[in-house]
């Protein structure tokens, strides 16, 4: 079973941290959320959620993936925070994926692991000066080796399932996508 691991922080966006964890469950992905200060965290629309566990208690373990939600100031909160950027740097050094949504990819881009990659972000995230020689896309989500980014809260059903297809495959993808009951394009 792959295991995931999404930090948040106080002003994540509710969509993309919740709706991520969610449909990642319903693969049967083992994912731990993680706090980086205390157990409550308030999203930037006002929500609040108990992570399941601290930051300081997972840095640690192994996961197959970590992935960042967006929103202001929590992502500006996860990229300030050493613990993160230390974790993001080893997930690639050791050719972990690495996956970040709305604001959150210009953490990755921080952490220098967006060089020579095509992403995408909420607009205004990214620009050709965020990392060099960094290939800017608007797709919904960008798949660039280990590393996977998205748009924002409106992209991320799909940001969640295209996660699915990399840690379990495309048919454990495709059930989880028929049950969810989405609009056809």
């Known amino acids: 079973m792959s295991r995931v691991l999404v930090p948040l922080a106080e002003g994540f966006e509710e969509i993309e941290a919740v709706t991520v964890v969610d449909v ?5 992905i083992e994912v731990h959320t993680a706090s980086l200060d205390g ?9 609040t959620v108990l992570a399941d566990k601290a930051l300081d208690a997972v840095v640690a373990d192994e996961y197959d993936m970590v992935v960042l ?11 300030n925070d050493p613990r993160v950027i230390s974790l993001l740097r080893r997930f690639a050094a050791e ?3 690495t996956a970040a949504i709305c604001a959150a990819p210009s953490v990755l881009a921080h952490a220098g692991l967006l060089e ?3 992403a995408t972000s909420f607009p205004g995230f990214l620009n050709a000066n965020s990392a060099p020689g960094i290939r800017l896309r608007e797709e919904a989500v960008v798949v ?8 924002g ?3 991320a059903m ?3 399932l295209a996660l699915i297809g990399l840690l379990e495959g495309a048919e454990v993808r495709q059930r989880v996508a028929e049950r969810l009951q989405r609009a056809k394009d």
């Open 116 to 118: 020579e990659r095509a």
């Open 95 to 97: 050719g972990r994926y």
């Open 153 to 155: 809260a409106g992209t």
């Open 69 to 79: 939600p967006g929103g202001m100031p929590g992502a500006e909160h996860i990229k």
């Open 39 to 47: 157990p409550r965290v308030t999203g930037s629309h006002g929500v």
């Open 24 to 28: 990642l469950r319903r693969a049967g």
């Open 158 to 160: 799909e940001f969640g």
């Open 144 to 151: 660039d080796g280990k590393v996977v980014t998205s748009r």
